[in-house]
């Protein structure tokens, strides 16, 4: 059962690392970085206001620009661009289009990529998953050692090799230095 426990428990602290490691090397999707990437590629095109994240990115936008305004969305059509294109640069403005034919401008195309790059995988999920997959695994490790230490004193004690007065005056002596090494730790 306690070999069970502690090939389960490194599995656990394993995944705990894959799960880190999945979002440091990008195969954990940022939905921040594709709607930049859909808006960036635009071209004369409108973005829809019902697109995935577009909410997060007006909120984000529309509270450090424009505090004053009000999300009003029956006047709100989508999002648009204009953009410059030299060579593998694109630069741009993004714009909140309304239906008067009216725009707001939103943000640049840089300020688009911090915004999106701001939102990371969260690696202390995957580091907090490991950490409790080893400390379970060396809990159970530590109590295999005490285990087998009661195995050998009881051992030596029944075949004779130590007296019983000296079997109980080291029990005395352990207990002495676990109750030491506690208050060491608290002070």
Known sequence: MRLFLKLASLTIATIGLLISLA?????????????????????????PLNTENVDSLLRYFLKKKYPAYQKQ???????????????????????LEH?????HQLCSFQELREWANNEKFPFWIGWWVAVAGLVCAWSIELLDVHIARKAR????????????????ANKECKKQELSNQSIEGTA
């Open 23 to 47: 979002g440091a090397v990008g195969w954990i999707p940022n939905p921040r970085a594709q709607l930049a990437d859909q808006i960036t590629y635009l071209g004369s095109d409108v973005l």
């Open 73 to 95: 969305s029956n006047e709100m059509v989508g999002i648009a661009i204009e953009d410059l294109r030299m060579n593998a640069s694109v630069m741009g403005t993004v714009y």
């Open 99 to 103: 239906k008067n034919g009216g725009r």
């Open 153 to 168: 004193i009881s051992a030596t004690i029944e075949s004779g090799d130590v007296s019983q007065e000296d079997a109980e």
